[in-house]
C-alpha cells in the first residue's frame, strides 16, 4: 500500500476531461493571455482620498502569441481530452497607493 500512495496522489492531480461547454467556460481567463502580456489599471476615490492601482503580467507565450480564437480553441481541445496545461513562465508586477 505504501507503494501505492504516491502513484494515488499524482493520479488525483491529473487533469479530468471535462464537457465542451464546461471547458469553454474554464478557458475564458486564459484568453487573456494569449499574447503574453495582460494587465490593468483602477483608480477610484472615497472619504479616504483617491485610490490606485495596477498590474501587468508577462509570459513566455510573447514569443509565441496566438490570437484570442486560437488560444480558446486550444484550450477547450485541451481540457476536453484531459491533457495537462503547458507550463508557461512569467511575471507579475502590481501597485497599489
Given at each position: 500500500?505504501?507503494?501505492?500512495?504516491p502513484?494515488?496522489?499524482?493520479?488525483?492531480?491529473?487533469?479530468?476531461p471535462?464537457?465542451?461547454?464546461?471547458?469553454?467556460?474554464?478557458?475564458?481567463?486564459?484568453?487573456?493571455?494569449?499574447?503574453?502580456?495582460?494587465?490593468?489599471?483602477?483608480?477610484?476615490?472615497?472619504?479616504?482620498?483617491g485610490?490606485?492601482?495596477?498590474?501587468?503580467?508577462?509570459?513566455?507565450?510573447?514569443?509565441?502569441?496566438?490570437?484570442?480564437?486560437?488560444?480558446?480553441?486550444?484550450?477547450i481541445?485541451?481540457?476536453?481530452?484531459?491533457?495537462p496545461?503547458?507550463?508557461?513562465?512569467g511575471?507579475?508586477?502590481?501597485?497599489?497607493?
Amino acid at each position: 500500500m505504501r507503494r501505492l500512495a504516491p502513484f494515488l496522489i499524482l493520479a488525483a492531480c491529473a487533469p479530468v476531461p471535462v464537457s465542451p461547454e464546461r471547458a469553454a467556460q474554464l478557458c475564458r481567463d486564459e484568453v487573456g493571455l494569449a499574447d503574453g502580456v495582460q494587465g490593468y489599471v483602477g483608480v477610484g476615490a472615497g472619504t479616504g482620498g483617491g485610490k490606485a492601482k495596477g498590474s501587468i503580467t508577462v509570459t513566455d507565450r510573447v514569443f509565441n502569441p496566438q490570437s484570442p480564437d486560437e488560444a480558446l480553441a486550444a484550450c477547450i481541445d485541451r481540457r476536453v481530452s484531459g491533457a495537462p496545461q503547458p507550463t508557461t513562465f512569467g511575471i507579475t508586477v502590481g501597485a497599489s497607493s
